[in-house]
């Protein structure tokens, strides 16, 4: 596929700032419902959908989600998202898997991080308030948009969210790590989707 064929679907914005890749949204409400586009990007996209009912599709796979759960989207897949009840709160955070590395290349950077840039490391689709890590997720989450929305003031209308604060950041930055570590920790993470990856590096050569 060519540059101009996969711009076609490809997010144009950025997340966050050059020098810290990262950004929080907030949306909720009653009405407009969310609608989000199919598109793609090459950061990491992590979904809270903390209530509500959504219509998602994830490479042209469609998931019906009813109950409070976390939603993952890996580089470069392609997805949109609706929302199909008329009161929700979704929240997103968007990075560029680069922004977890060190200057001081270690075993993390060998097995967990490289991989996961350069998607042989990935999460799993789906993650609901059924399982039994949910909470300690959530929690670290947390961590995450209350560094974000920190002396700021936050509508809830889907506006991108970014914060030049350094401290702010550290903080971001160390519950991300926090994040995968757990996914880690129980197994949650996914190897070996390079075939995977092809598929949908065809499909969006179709739909472009």
């Known amino acids: 596929m060519d540059s101009s064929q996969k711009q076609n679907l490809r997010e144009i914005r950025a997340h966050g700032t050059s020098i810290f890749p990262c950004a929080y949204y907030l949306t909720t409400g009653i009405f407009p419902r969310l609608q989000v586009k199919h598109h793609w990007h090459e950061e990491i996209e992590i979904l809270y959908l903390k209530s509500g009912k959504y219509k998602a599709l994830i490479n042209m796979e469609s998931y019906e989600i009813h109950k409070e759960c976390f939603l993952f989207v890996n580089r470069g897949e392609l997805h949109d998202l609706r929302s199909v009840s008329q009161e929700y709160e979704e929240q997103a955070v968007v990075f560029d898997p680069q922004m977890l590395r060190f200057y001081s290349y270690d075993s993390i950077d060998e097995h967990i991080l490289l991989p996961l840039i350069q998607g042989k490391l990935t999460f799993p689709r ?83």
Not at 140 to 147: C, G, L, Q, R
Not at 156 to 167: M, V
């Open 126 to 208: 789906m993650l609901d308030c059924s399982h039994p890590v949910f909470e300690t997720l959530a929690a670290e989450y947390e961590k995450i948009s209350d560094a974000f929305c920190r002396n700021q003031q936050v509508s809830g209308s889907g506006d991108q969210i970014y914060t030049n604060n350094i401290i702010s950041q550290m903080q971001i930055k160390a519950s991300l790590l926090q994040f995968v570590a757990i996914m880690m920790e129980h197994d949650l993470m996914c190897r070996d989707v390079l075939l995977e990856n092809q598929r949908i590096e065809s499909i969006k050569t179709v739909l472009a």
